[in-house]
């Protein structure tokens, strides 16, 4: 029993045995397919939500479509679940940012290699509009964690943190757990092998979004 809970664990870490990055971040992609068919897969699930907040390389939504080729049945549950774990994961990078930065934070970022990300998402903080710009960052490619530690950095309200993040976070897992409801299997099979595409066309559109809300006026 024992050694069978613990087989999801081993098979991640086998994975970080491979050299090439692009080739780990497909395997593991794979792999969370492999998590959605576990016998406790939604207590992994939802751990790795958490901890993807701070440092974990997979998105939640990989596991959500993982989930929805695997098993339809409560994936709306899951996804909301989902968000709440990936915020809290997020709250706690938020403290990290914080009062721990100095000692934890550049630690962190200096090991998964994200300080330029972590630089320019601190750049795009202000007062007037952190709950929009928390709102749009959580549905892109951004890393969730460095997002919530620039908000502890940039010392953004608590409050308007998780509000804008909730919603976010939300918003975009329960579109996933809607459209693997909707379409079913045969979307997680296309996705799965074209996430470069995806991710090409969702900052495309994101990049359109974000020209308008400016032309609009959103960000003066």
């Not at 024992?2 to 497909?26: I, M, N, P, Q, T």
């Not at 959580?138 to 620039?150: C, D, E, R, S, Y």
């Not at 975009?172 to 595409?197: D, S, Y």
């Not at 994101?206 to 609009?216: D, P």
Request: with cysteine; charged share 15%; proline share 4%.
């Amino acid at each position: 029993m024992a050694k069978k809970g613990f087989s999801v664990a081993r098979g991640f870490w086998r994975l970080l045995r491979f050299e090439d990055a692009f080739a780990l971040y497909r395997r593991l992609v794979l792999w969370s397919f492999s998590v959605a068919r576990a016998r406790y897969a939604t207590p992994w699930i939802l751990f790795f939500s958490y901890i993807e907040g701070i440092f974990f390389p997979v998105p939640p939504d990989a596991f959500l479509l993982a989930r929805g080729v695997a098993k339809r049945k409560g994936l709306l549950p899951l996804a909301l679940a989902v968000s709440v774990f990936s915020v809290a994961g997020g709250a706690t990078s938020y403290g990290i940012g914080a009062w721990l930065f100095d000692s934890v934070g550049e630690t962190l970022l200096g090991t998964l290699g994200m300080e330029h990300a972590f630089e320019r998402v601190l750049d795009a903080f202000s007062g007037k509009v952190a709950f929009w710009t928390i709102a749009l960052f959580g549905f892109t490619i951004l890393p969730f964690k460095v997002i919530a530690l620039a908000c502890g950095v940039a010392s953004v309200p608590l409050p308007v943190f998780l509000v804008a993040a909730l919603l976010s976070r939300s918003a975009r897992f329960v579109g996933v757990a809607l459209l693997m409801i909707l379409f079913g299997a045969r979307l997680g099979e296309w996705l799965q092998g074209r996430q470069a595409f995806v991710i090409s066309l969702a900052v495309m559109l994101l990049g359109v979004l974000l020209l308008v809300l400016y032309a609009a006026g959103v960000f003066a």
